[in-house]
Nanobody, 124 residues
Framework: QVQLVESGGGLMQAGDSLKLSCAASGRTFSAYAMGWFRQAPGKEREFVSGISQSGGFTHYADSVKGRFTISRDNAKNTVYLQMNSLNPEDTAVYYC?????????????????WGQGTQVTVSS
C-alpha cells in the first residue's frame, strides 16, 4: 500500500513558476513509476508527466514539454513537478500517481495509487 500526498498548489499569474511535491508513505517507493496528471473542470483527467522507478526516464505531454520538469528523490520518497511559464490552460487539480510499470504510462488506469490532488489556478 502506498499513500500519496500532494502539496504546493496555489493561485498564480501567467508566467509564474510553481513546484509541486508528492510525498509517498509506505514501502518501496522506488519500485513505482510515478506520474502527474491533471483534471480541469468538465474535462477528463489527462497525463502531464511521468518518471521511471530510477528517474532515468521521463515523459511529458506535448502541452507541457519544455515548461515542466519532473524529478524524484527516492531517498525522500518524493516526486516533484517544476512548472514554469504557467498559463491559464494549466489551471486544474493536479494528482500524482504510482504505478508498477517499469516506465510511466500515459493511461490513468495503469496506476495503482493516487493522491487527493492539489489545485493550481493560473490567472491571465
Amino acid at each position: 500500500q502506498v499513500q500519496l500526498v500532494e502539496s504546493g498548489g496555489g493561485l498564480m499569474q501567467a508566467g509564474d513558476s510553481l513546484k509541486l511535491s508528492c510525498a509517498a508513505s509506505g514501502r518501496t517507493f522506488s519500485a513505482y513509476a510515478m506520474g502527474w496528471f491533471r483534471q480541469a473542470p468538465g474535462k477528463e483527467r489527462e497525463f502531464v508527466s511521468g518518471i521511471s522507478q530510477s528517474g532515468g526516464f521521463t515523459h511529458y505531454a506535448d502541452s507541457v514539454k519544455g515548461r515542466f520538469t519532473i524529478s524524484r528523490d527516492n531517498a525522500k520518497n518524493t516526486v516533484y513537478l517544476q512548472m514554469n511559464s504557467l498559463n491559464p490552460e494549466d489551471t486544474a487539480v493536479y494528482y500524482c500517481a504510482a504505478g508498477r510499470a517499469v516506465r510511466p504510462d500515459v493511461r490513468p488506469h495503469e496506476y495503482d495509487y493516487w493522491g487527493q490532488g492539489t489545485q493550481v489556478t493560473v490567472s491571465s
